[in-house]
């Protein structure tokens, strides 16, 4: 947030913020601010920024009454943050299922006029991005976690497995069953020769 | 194309979250009730900023001092061989708590806030309900609900009363105005809160443990205090600095959280307490007592006169208070039981030179916590009148 824990002598790391607003609550405040619209942002990309207004606030008001909770050993507060916000994902299922079905439909006023190749080649992409929505909606609730997880928050499969208080080989595995899937999805080979059933534990 | 960056692009940019979405969630998120319209009745908070604490001392000097109730702790009546006594004694009945099929805590957490009208008001004041089931499937809830913000001490009580009583306090938190009230919020259920149970977070361990990971921790107060009371390590591999030093405040506060945060055996909790009481820098006080109004016996910690100040940039500076406080640790001298966590001011001077020694700046009482044989609920009744 503030600084990363190496970069200074009086630089606060979250932790220091998180346990000082045990007893000083406005500190929170600052972890707030470092997060709240980087969260507000994931979950509206994944969502809408409706269900972001509320997921978001709820977010951090989780995170404010559960403060004491947070490990103080973690120095970064955002693998924490982003595992409360994908629990609160969870109960918007019905949502997301809207969302995806949304982004694979296709435009309904077909591709502009045009030269035949540039016709052609939106009318390829844009079949190319709605069997993506959909791969991607397919994905299990527990791999596609994971893929936005890396792909929209940019956090690294430890920061995942923080936030999802999974091992790193059960990330690692996620991730690359999901990303075979859609690659799958949108023709290419895949590596991994996919399997579909129980994925991990 | 590379199916992730196909992925990124297939979830477009949003807009940032409106000022006022961002503001309701902000006062959420730092324990204001922040419901209702607010009265301009100006307050400045207890701790932090550096300009408002001429403004604090200058507003409550002159409305005279309101000053400790009866039932405020009194930290000068330090009596260090007793205390230890009666200490050890209450660590020996911590010994012998019975286990049920829930394991439950009910906490409230509160903060004091100096107002201009010279009387002072516990404002983000929050109660806490988590329960966690023994047994892997049999559940676990966190529950949440804003209480009234109320007069800090009897004397407060009646300065607020001649102001004619307000029932919404306004204050100035680092910048950010929040309203606190006396009304009370309806318990709500976390949503991210729920789990099927059996797994209790523990700090220092880096995940849940099972319960029977839990029963199984070391009952020896040098295993524990090596294990807990140490610095929060380790650090991620690679980072450059290793972990800072851990201050005796902290080894309270650490302790306390770890009793507070799953049902500890008996004889682990009462070997934690013995490894506090021998921390240096800790010593014992007979008889302490909580906003509750509770006795028991205290662990309690002084503290420098220095802190941190957080500045506009969200960096921190080093800074004299010009006051200084007391952590305490309270517990029930019968069962050994934590009470409660408060920061009270030892030496008036700064934002609380109106004030007298043994002011709570702000508690984290435990209203109860233990284990039960039927699925816990948040109790209705409010914890103060």
Same mark, same amino acid.
């Given at each position: 947030?503030v ?8 630089l ?9 607003? !045990? ?17 507000? $942002?994931?979950v509206?990309?994944?969502l ?13 008001? %989780? ?13 970064n507060?955002?693998? !924490? ?20 079905r949304a ?19 939106? %009318?390829?992409?844009?079949?190319? $991005?709605?069997? &993506?929505? #959909? ?15 890396? %792909? &929209? ?15 790193y ?23 991994l020769?996919? #399997? ?6 | ?5 196909a992925?990124?692009?297939?979830f477009?940019?949003t ?11 902000? =006062? ?7 419901r @209702?319209?607010?009265?301009? =009745?100006? *307050?400045l ?6 300009a ?5 001392a ?9 000053g400790d ?12 061989l007793? /205390? ?14 019975p286990?049920? /099929?829930?394991?439950y ?14 009387? *002072?008001?516990?404002?983000?004041h ?9 047994a892997?499937g ?7 609900r ?23 306090? =306004? ?7 929040m ?13 991210g ?10 700090? /220092? ?8 990971e ?7 107060? @040098? ?20 972990p ?11 302790a ?14 009462? /070997? ?19 906003a509750?109004g ?9 503290q420098p ?20 406080? +007391?952590?305490?640790l ?11 966590? +408060?920061s ?8 609380? =030179? ?24 948040p ?7």
């Amino acid at each position: 947030m503030v600084a990363p824990p190496d970069a200074g002598p009086d630089l606060p790391t979250d932790a220091s913020v998180i346990e000082r607003s !045990w007893q000083d609550p406005e500190r929170f405040g600052v972890i707030f601010d470092a997060y709240f619209a980087e969260i507000h $942002r994931y979950v509206a990309r994944r969502l809408d920024v409706e269900a972001a207004d509320d997921i978001a606030a709820e977010t951090f008001h %989780v995170a404010f009454r559960r403060r004491k909770r947070f490990d103080l050993s973690r120095d970064n507060a955002r693998p !924490w943050l982003y595992g409360i916000a994908t629990n609160l994902i969870a109960r918007h299922r019905r949502t997301e299922a809207r969302r995806f079905r949304a982004l694979a439909r296709l435009g309904d006023d077909g591709p502009a006029g045009g030269h035949e190749d540039r016709v052609a080649a939106q %009318v390829s992409a844009e079949h190319e $991005r709605s069997r &993506l929505a #959909q791969a991607v909606g397919a994905l299990s609730a527990d791999q596609r976690d994971v893929l936005l997880l890396v %792909v &929209l928050a940019d956090l690294t499969y430890d920061e995942v497995a923080q936030a999802l208080d999974v091992p790193y080989g059960t990330v690692a595995s996620r991730f690359s069953r999901a990303r075979a899937k859609l690659r799958k999805a949108l023709g290419g080979v895949d590596p991994l020769h996919d #399997q579909e059933g129980p994925i991990d534990g | 194309m590379d199916e992730l960056q196909a992925v990124r692009e297939l979830f477009p940019e949003t807009p940032p979250p409106a000022a006022r979405v961002t503001a309701r969630a902000r =006062r959420r998120a730092t324990g204001a009730a922040g419901r @209702r319209l607010p009265r301009l =009745r100006w *307050a400045l908070p207890g701790l932090g900023l550096v300009a408002a604490a001429t403004a604090v001392a200058l507003a409550v000097g002159s409305a005279g001092s309101a000053g400790d109730g009866p039932k405020r702790p009194v930290p000068t009546s330090s009596l260090p061989l007793d /205390g230890r006594a009666v200490f050890l004694a209450a660590a020996e009945q911590a010994e012998r708590q019975p286990m049920g /099929g829930y394991w439950y805590c009910d906490q409230i957490s509160g903060q004091s806030y100096l107002l201009k009208a010279g009387y *002072a008001v516990i404002g983000a004041h929050l109660e806490t309900f988590e329960w966690t089931g023994a047994a892997k499937g049999s559940g676990g809830r966190f529950y949440g609900r804003d209480l009234p913000a109320r007069p800090a001490t009897p004397e407060d009580e009646a300065v607020w009363e001649r102001a004619g009583a307000p029932t919404s306090f =306004r204050v100035m938190s680092n910048g950010h105005p929040m309203t606190y009230t006396r009304k009370a919020g309806r318990w709500e259920e976390d949503k991210g809160g729920q789990h099927s149970g059996g797994r209790f977070f523990l700090m /220092g361990f880096g995940k849940e443990l099972t319960t029977q990971e839990v029963l199984a921790l070391p009952t020896d107060s @040098r295993t524990l205090a090596k294990r807990f009371l140490s610095p929060p390590s380790p650090r991620r591999p690679g980072a450059k600095r290793g972990p800072a030093p851990v201050s005796n405040a902290y080894k309270l506060l650490r302790a306390a959280d770890l009793l507070t945060s799953a049902p500890l055996p008996p004889k682990v909790g009462a /070997g934690l307490m013995r490894a506090l009481v021998a921390q240096p820098g800790v010593h014992t006080i007979a008889t302490a007592s909580d906003a509750l109004g509770r006795q028991g016996v205290a662990l309690a910690v002084d503290q420098p006169s220095w802190g941190w100040d957080l500045r506009p940039d969200g960096t921190f500076v080093r800074k004299d208070n010009g006051y200084r406080t +007391q952590e305490q640790l309270i517990f029930d001298k019968k069962t050994g039981a934590l009470l409660a966590e +408060q920061s009270v001011l030892l030496t008036p001077g700064g934002e609380y =030179r109106s004030r007298k020694p043994g002011f709570v700046i702000d508690y984290w009482l435990i209203r109860s916590y233990g284990w039960t044989d039927r699925r816990p609920s948040p109790p209705p009744a409010l914890p103060f009148r």
